[in-house]
C-alpha cells in the first residue's frame, strides 16, 4: 500500500475512536443526569405519600370521632 492510503487508514481509525468515546461520554453524561432526577422524583414522591398517610390517619381519625358520637 503506499503512504497516502496508510494515512489516511490511520486518520480514519483515530476519528473513528475519537468518535466512539464522544458518544460514550454523552451516554454516560445522560445516564448520570436521569439517575439524577428519578433520585429527585423518588424524594418527591416520598414526600407526598407521608403527607397522604397523615391526611388519611387524620380522616381515619375523625371517622372515628364521629362515629362515637
Known amino acids: 500500500m503506499t503512504d497516502g492510503v496508510v494515512i489516511f487508514l ?3 481509525t483515530v476519528a473513528f475512536i475519537i468518535a466512539l468515546f464522544k458518544i460514550y461520554v454523552q451516554v ?3 445516564m448520570r443526569e436521569l439517575e439524577l432526577r428519578i433520585e429527585q422524583n423518588e424524594k ?3 414526600v407526598l405519600f407521608k403527607k397522604l ?3 388519611a390517619e387524620q380522616i ?3 371517622y372515628l370521632e364521629l362515629s362515637k358520637k
Open 10 to 12: 490511520i486518520t480514519q
Open 28 to 30: 454516560t453524561v445522560k
Open 44 to 46: 418527591k414522591d416520598d
Open 53 to 55: 398517610d397523615n391526611i
Open 60 to 62: 381515619h381519625e375523625l
